[in-house]
């Protein structure tokens, strides 16, 4: 059964650090495309960052690049978020995704998500 | 960027009632489209791809239609399980974006 689990969202003040874990079981997450995409209070959908299979590539949304960093271990099937400089806005539920195994970047399976709130 | 603008953003209906939604792209984009649903304080779920693929294990009243710039995702019979909101998303241009989402609450 796949199975996605964040953990690691919390309080942290602004300009403070937060690293979000995404524990995968089921598959390898060698063999896919990793993204995060997060959700503030009551509002859509928005993509964060994703990385590539083997981790040589990375992508970013342009609102988080230079303050968020993605990565894995696929030793441990793990998925990484690491943010800094956080601001109020990035206010939001962060939740780690599997790219599915078709054309396009579609989301097969995600997680529950982890919650994180910037304030003071 | 593309922009994906989703009508209505809320409405109203019956258990039973035959649904449509509607996600216009800002530019062409083929059927490069998804459409998920995500209930209140859970993660979405993946309902179609290549914007009328219907997921593994969704059940065949979800259906979408569409390509260039305007899609529908329809219910053809709403059951009491659907009333959620669903959100449409492009899938090859980054950043990737999503619809505004649109709620379906009981009447």
């Not at chain 1, 199975?3 to 942290?12: D, H, K, N, R, Y």
């Not at chain 1, 964060?48 to 083997?54: E, K, L, S």
């Not at chain 2, 258990?15 to 216009?24: N, S």
């Not at chain 2, 219910?75 to 950043?95: G, H, K, R, V, W």
């Amino acid at each position: 059964e796949v199975q996605l689990v964040e953990s690691g969202g919390g309080l942290v003040q602004p300009g403070g650090s937060l690293r979000l874990s995404c524990a995968v079981s089921g598959f390898s997450c060698s063999n896919y495309w990793m993204h995060w995409v997060r959700q503030a209070p009551g509002k859509g959908l928005v993509w964060v960052a994703r990385i590539q299979a083997d981790g040589s590539r990375t992508d970013y949304a342009d609102s988080v690049k230079g303050r968020f960093t993605i990565s894995k271990d696929n030793a441990k099937n793990t998925l990484y978020l690491q943010m800094s400089s956080l601001r109020a806005d990035d206010t939001a539920v962060y939740y780690c995704a599997r790219e599915a195994a078709v054309p396009g970047t579609v989301f097969d399976y995600w997680g529950q998500g982890t919650q994180v709130t910037v304030s003071s | 960027d593309i922009q994906l603008t989703q009508s209505p953003s809320f409405l109203s209906a019956s258990v039973g009632d035959r649904v449509t939604i509607t996600c216009r792209a800002s530019q062409g984009i083929s059927n490069s489209l998804a459409w998920y649903q995500q209930k209140s304080g859970k993660a979405p779920k993946l309902l179609i791809f290549a914007a009328s693929t219907l997921q593994s294990g969704v059940p065949s009243r979800f259906s979408g239609s569409g390509s260039g710039t305007e899609f529908t995702l329809t219910i053809s019979s709403l059951q009491p399980e659907d009333f959620a909101t669903y959100f449409c998303q492009e899938l090859n241009n980054y950043p990737l974006t999503f619809g505004g989402g649109t709620k379906v609450e009981i009447k």
